[in-house]
């Protein structure tokens, strides 16, 4: 049984060498949830009888790495836990010539069948076959859907999210409802519960589970660029997949081969391709400056032919979006210790003595308000405890005979209950500019709000045996976002 090595952490690098020296100083090395598959088939004469004792060779052709076997008496040949990728499959024994199959893919977990007609041995050495591996699983009864490179590199990514691919899968919808936190989890397969699903990166779960409803999310999803294939894996997947309530989406992450690869890409968008907010352009509030790039490269290539191999990503995310703020903020006058205009917003108006008739309109004298012991609210007993016409600036409070003198406001002096700091904040405040609007609703802004994100990830695969394959990964994601400041100065609410 192959075995293969995984360590995933966000946050220190030291954890490589831990995980390396594991691999060195254990007898058995971890293995992972298998995303391998198997090549099996059988060998057989050109009249159909069985060859057996054929040395059989399975060889990958990216890798070099090369899986040798022995047909059995009944002609049968079988490679386990192989890792996806592109092979050949060959055989050879005494008396008939070499065959070799055609090119083929071993996709995640996926189990193929490739049979082989030998012919006796004659002039050519080498007879190359049409042999393809069946695309019919009749191995096992599971059901899914694989995304592969060209899929994930073809299709659009409108927010370069590979995981938006799921509902490729037949049966596979993403949920219509708002799933806060249910990042790259929130969908439905064939009416299971959604937010459920179990993704595995390189055979490693990546999941959280939240503690009270039981969604999950994914806690690292890596670059479209970093990401060589995945499965959503549905119905009757084997017991090893636990963690999941509706289905398996088993990713696995590009690795180097005996050719140095790379890319690099930029993914922009910009203000002058977009439309304002509807709103804003009611208002005749202009766009502002919305730049979107997401950007990086990739590299991978051989560290020792045929044995050793690196990957390398990194991908960066900046972003200024459309923010849109709608307030309210008060009136001159109420910057000038009149708030008459509470009283018509809530629907009152005020008698001859400046009482409002809407109780939720009214501003009381906080020195001279009594309560009603039953309910708590305001009771209008007598002229000093309400504040008439709702201005500050033309009413003397005459303070409380409760509190002691240093408590009390300025004796016999209007505007007395107008804190002087709070004025001064209030001179922060910009100045409605929806004409018409009630004073709940009477302020708008935009503008960018700042995001950005940072991401990368190295794989580094060896073979020690052909009973021993190793894979060490590190990945690190970093991210930072700030909203825009709708009043110009450091009192900004938003």
Partial sequence: MRSALLARSSSRVPLIITFTAMALILPSLLCAQAYFGTVSGELSDATGAMVQGANVVLTDQQKGFSFKTTSDSSGRYLFRSIPPGTYRVSAEVKGFEKVMSETFKVDINQNLTTNLTLKVAGASQTVEVAAHAQAIQTEDAETGQVVNRKFINDLPLIDRNAMALTTLAPGVTEMDDQCGGCGGTNYVSNG??????????????????????????????????????????????????????????????????????????DFVRDQSLDSNNWFNDHYGV?????????????????????KTFFFFDYDGFRQNGLGTAQAGVPSDAMRAGDFGEVCAANGGTFNSAGLCSAGAGQLWDPYQRNYDANDGVAIRNNANTFIPFNNLANYASPGSPKLPANLQPAPGVKGNLIDPVAQTMMGYFPEPNIPGNDIYDNFIASGATKSYNDQFDIKVDHRWTQNNLMAVKYSQEWSHGSSFNCFKNFTDPC
Avoid: C, W
Avoid at 207 to 235: C, L, R
Avoid at 290 to 295: D, G, I, Q, V
Avoid at 299 to 305: A, E, N, V
């Fill in 192 to 265: 299971s519960r959604g937010a459920t699903a179990d993704i595995l990166t390189d055979g490693a779960s990546v999941t959280n589970a939240e503690p009270n409803g039981g969604i999950t999310q994914a806690t690292y999803v890596p670059s479209p660029e970093a990401i060589e294939e995945f499965k959503v894996e549905q119905t009757n997947f084997s017991a090893e997949y636990g963690f999941s309530g509706g289905f398996v989406v088993n990713m696995i992450t590009r690795s180097g081969t005996n050719k140095f690869h790379g890319s690099v890409y």
């Fill in 286 to 306: 202009p766009i502002p400056a919305l730049r979107r790039n997401n950007y990086g490269g990739t590299i991978g290539g051989p560290i020792i032919k045929n």
